[in-house]
């Protein structure tokens, strides 16, 4: 079992950036792939990015590439985005997810979820 608790979400206007990360329970989450999912209101939850278990792989949904940086600290159990250049469309629940298949934008193959943090972008 993993417990997942995701921070660092807010209110914040437009080009600004956030720092949102994920505390693992787990003893070790180095053979878990970490997602990042975010769900606007009215809209399914959609994938954002994921890291493999040793960091060497990461994928990113089109619209944030060249904007967010996920990674990955293994020793601390952690994972976080760094989200630049907010846009209003960024605004949504995000999401930490953990999961055992290796990198995936599937969040059907994702095994643990975090509660969500709120993330906001004002004009």
């Known amino acids: 079992q993993v417990r997942l608790v995701e921070s660092g979400g807010g209110l914040v206007q437009a080009g600004d950036s956030l720092r949102l990360s994920c505390a693992a329970s787990?003893?070790?989450?180095?053979?878990?792939?970490m997602g990042w999912f975010r769900q606007a209101p009215g809209k399914e939850r959609d994938f954002v990015a994921v890291i493999g278990g040793d960091g060497d792989v990461t994928l990113y949904t089109d619209s944030v590439k060249g904007r967010f940086t996920i990674s990955r600290d293994n020793a601390k159990n952690t994972v976080a985005l760094q989200m630049n250049n907010l846009k209003i469309e960024d605004t949504a629940v995000y999401y930490c997810a953990a999961g055992g298949l290796g990198p995936s934008k599937n969040g059907y193959e994702y095994d643990y979820w975090g509660q969500g943090t709120q993330v906001t972008v004002s004009s």
């Open positions: 787990r003893r070790t989450i180095s053979r878990l792939a």
